[in-house]
DNA sequence: TATAGTAAGTTACGTAAAGTAACCAGTTAT
DNA sequence: ATAACTGGTTACTTTACGTAACTTACTATA
């Protein structure tokens, strides 16, 4: 569909990507320093298909940087540049947002 | 799935409801005043079964109320609750975090 | 030599959610 | 009688997500 929200883009863009199953999640754990493969998955019920995806969507956005270290077995390390470091605020805002009105 | 996410329930239970796709845009509408379905339908590319799904999960969990006007034709208002109103300082971050990170 | 183990994925396939378009109820205006 | 309006609902198609098995490359164990 190519129908343009009169709406916001900016808001609408940014929730094209933060609005995607599991990447607030990602995110999250991200804030923290980074972090391998596994040690996402296995913080998150999140299929290695789907983190995979996400994680090459965040890495295209430029949210989040991937670094190979050629060990045995390979290690990969993801974390957050500071574009993802930025939804710090936001990401602390929901939390306490949640908090507050459950 | 019961998997249950060893990581932050209240980011994960929060996002199950914003990261919901049209509802951020939605309640962007109403921080500005309550709106009618098909003011809010016409302003963003949502199909009307999809908006009466969202406004109904938004309900539910207290963040939007409906008023019915028995005029003719007639008219449904929806707005936000104080719950609603709480999260203008998430949704304005997310806009200028995308403004400034574009 | 064969077997198994590990990390970081990918592939194939089924189900659930979202998109599209047509339709409906109640009332009024033509 | 016909059309028009709002606020939806129904039926159907397409896309996104979930699950499980498989892959590659190397190592350690039997």
Redesign the interface.
């Given at each position: 569909?190519m129908?343009?929200?009169?709406?916001?883009p900016?808001?609408?863009?940014?929730?094209d990507l933060?609005?995607?199953?599991w990447?607030?999640?990602i995110i999250?754990?991200l804030l923290n320093g980074s972090k391998r493969f596994n040690e996402i998955e296995s913080?998150?019920?999140i299929s290695g298909r789907l983190l995979s995806e996400r994680l090459k969507e965040l890495e295209m956005e430029g949210l989040v940087t991937r670094k190979i270290y050629s060990e045995v077995p390979v290690r990969v390390e993801y974390s957050l540049t500071d574009?993802g470091f930025?939804?710090r605020?936001?990401?602390e805002?929901?939390?306490s947002?949640?908090?507050?009105?459950?």
């Open positions: 569909m129908k343009e929200t009169a709406l916001c900016r808001l609408s863009n940014a929730m933060l609005g995607k199953r990447t607030a999640l999250y754990q913080s998150m019920p574009k930025a939804l605020p936001v990401i805002g929901i939390e947002w949640s908090q507050q009105w459950t």
